[in-house]
């Protein structure tokens, strides 16, 4: 019955009976994601046109930090990457590595949702 009450705290987040509090971020933390963020914002930019818009948010909650970065193609569905960075983490950075696999893995899923969305019902205008 712990669950349902509004005291019964998200399992090995907070301690049973006790309310969840937000995680709070040093200065540097929340620098150091929002640079992080920023980065995968505008690489994946530099992969699409302009027709795509690329955005981004961030949230800070009880579970730590949360980014979210979306990209609404011209045509077919919005496609976005979330993730939750640990805590320990930030002050370091997400490394390249990470940035530059997250921008162009949503960069290639906005592509297909116009590709989808569009069919192959094109007249290609040169071979």
């Given at each position: 019955?712990?669950?349902?009450?509004?005291?019964?705290?998200?399992?090995?987040?907070?301690?049973?009976?006790?309310?969840?509090?937000?995680?709070?971020?040093?200065?540097?933390?929340?620098?150091?994601?929002?640079?992080?963020?920023?980065?995968?914002?505008?690489?994946?930019?530099?992969?699409?046109?302009?027709?795509?818009?690329?955005?981004?948010?961030?949230?800070y909650?009880?579970?730590?930090?949360?980014?979210?970065?979306?990209?609404?193609?011209?045509?077919?569905?919005?496609?976005?990457?979330?993730?939750?960075?640990?805590?320990?983490?930030?002050?370091?950075?997400?490394?390249?590595?990470?940035?530059?696999?997250?921008?162009?893995?949503?960069?290639a899923?906005?592509?297909?949702?116009?590709?989808?969305?569009?069919?192959?019902?094109?007249?290609?205008?040169?071979?």
């Open positions: 019955m712990n669950g349902n009450t509004p005291y019964g705290g998200a399992p090995g987040v907070v301690d049973a009976g006790k309310p969840s509090t937000d995680v709070e971020l040093t200065q540097n933390q929340r620098q150091s994601l929002q640079r992080a963020v920023a980065g995968i914002v505008s690489q994946t930019r530099s992969y699409l046109p302009d027709s795509y818009t690329v955005g981004s948010e961030l949230a909650g009880s579970n730590g930090p949360t980014a979210t970065v979306a990209v609404r193609p011209p045509a077919g569905h919005p496609v976005s990457a979330g993730f939750t960075p640990d805590i320990d983490d930030l002050e370091a950075g997400i490394g390249d590595d990470e940035r530059d696999e997250v921008a162009r893995g949503l960069a899923s906005a592509a297909l949702q116009v590709m989808d969305a569009v069919g192959d019902g094109i007249t290609p205008t040169a071979r």
